[in-house]
């Protein structure tokens, strides 16, 4: 594909051949929908093929860096088991191809972070959050296990002990908190966030472009060796939107009430 065939990405070069990608659904909160989402699986591609592009920065437009699925991407993928086999393909081509890709990527969180638009967030080589973002993996809220990029890269970032915790509770994460336990490589004030990753990637554009990819293709073989577990975290994700928890989990998000799931233990009596 050429980048003026994509949709929701915006493509903007910068000087030492850095590409600036913008995720550009603004008035979604930059949410993810089936056309999107196959476009974060594919643009890592084309870029490998861009001989104009050393360094890509990735972020998202106006007040969020991408607030996950949208309602209708989950009701296609339940109305259909095609649809869910699609759906599971591509979040692993988004982080198999960003794993695969020697260019660095840096990743520019300037605001809400949920679902695959974490999953680029986080599997950028260097990422930097506004110290407005706030982040969740979410899949927990929706009723599915964690899956996207969540298996493959955050015991690694933070350790299993908060890996677990979060993952689990799905609780939302401030920059600031996410520097401290390492989910994220810097946190800077908002207004300075796109300086310090334009910052960071002339500094990576203009440095020994071998070595810089090498350094990254060997540092990636830690995450494939965590391939198997997180193949099957995506098999085990992708159950869920079979399961009867799924439709309570959307519908107390449509209804902005805590969800009750039906497997939840009540008392007898």
Known sequence: MKYSEYQHLLFERRDDGVLLITINRPEVLNATNSRLHWELSRVWLDVADDDETNVVVI????????AGGDLDMIAQMTASAANVGKAWKEAG?????????DKPIISAINGVAVGAGLA???MADISIASEAMRITDGHLRLGVAAGDHAVIIWPLLCGMAKAKYYLMTAEFIDGKEAERIGLVSLCVPADKLMDKAMEVARKLARG???????TKRSLNNWLRVAGP??????????????????????????EKRQPSFPGFAKPKG
Do not use: H, K, W
Request: proline share 2%; no cysteine; charged share 15%.
């Open 93 to 101: 081509d988004i982080v198999y191809n960003m794993i695969n890709l």
């Open 120 to 122: 680029v967030a986080f």
């Open 208 to 214: 020994p472009q071998q070595a810089v990819r090498f």
């Open 59 to 66: 972020t998202g437009a106006g007040r969020a860096f991408s």
């Open 229 to 254: 577990a997180f193949d099957a975290s995506l098999a085990l994700e992708m159950m869920g939107f079979f399961g009867a928890d799924l439709s309570e989990g959307v519908a107390a998000l449509q």
